[in-house]
């Protein structure tokens, strides 16, 4: 039986999956999930926000995860709690996020042609 650091460390490579359709880049390097939480009763919590509090695919966002957890891992329940505190802010993507940027929805750069931040990357 794994321990709880192992599930959630499951959950958050399955979270990986789930993909920001906005963004092209999935949730978890986007840095959209804030905490993961198992209770002794067998809840998995995803906290959480979402790029902008008007976001149109919030609920296939969060939508996705649930079914997603509850489809790997059906002997939990599954809760997702959406926060709006701390904001989202592009500088929460991580290295492999922007990996994926570079590569991706901001096609392809050169070394050299980086922006100097990630926001230049959705505002330059």
């Not at 958050?12 to 905490?35: A, C, R, S, T, W």
């Not at 939508?63 to 701390?86: A, D, M, R």
């Given at each position: 039986?794994?321990?709880?650091?192992?599930?959630?460390?499951?959950?958050?490579?399955?979270?990986?999956?789930?993909?920001?359709?906005?963004?092209?880049?999935?949730?978890?390097?986007?840095?959209?999930?804030?905490?993961?939480?198992?209770s002794?009763?067998?809840?998995?919590?995803?906290?959480m926000?979402?790029?902008?509090?008007?976001?149109?695919m919030?609920?296939?966002?969060?939508?996705?995860?649930t079914?997603?957890?509850?489809?790997h891992?059906?002997?939990?329940?599954?809760?997702?709690?959406?926060?709006?505190?701390?904001?989202?802010?592009?500088?929460?993507?991580?290295?492999?996020?922007?990996?994926?940027?570079?590569?991706?929805?901001?096609?392809?750069?050169?070394?050299?042609?980086?922006?100097?931040?990630?926001?230049?990357r959705?505002?330059?």
């Amino acid at each position: 039986m794994k321990n709880e650091s192992e599930i959630l460390q499951q959950v958050h490579e399955l979270l990986k999956q789930i993909i920001d359709p906005e963004i092209g880049v999935n949730i978890v390097d986007l840095g959209l999930v804030y905490e993961l939480s198992l209770s002794e009763d067998k809840e998995i919590k995803v906290t959480m926000t979402l790029t902008t509090p008007g976001c149109p695919m919030s609920n296939t966002i969060t939508n996705n995860v649930t079914q997603l957890l509850n489809h790997h891992l059906p002997e939990y329940s599954v809760k997702v709690n959406l926060v709006w505190f701390p904001a989202w802010e592009p500088e929460m993507i991580t290295e492999e996020g922007q990996r994926q940027l570079d590569g991706g929805f901001f096609g392809n750069k050169k070394q050299d042609e980086k922006p100097t931040s990630i926001w230049d990357r959705f505002f330059n």
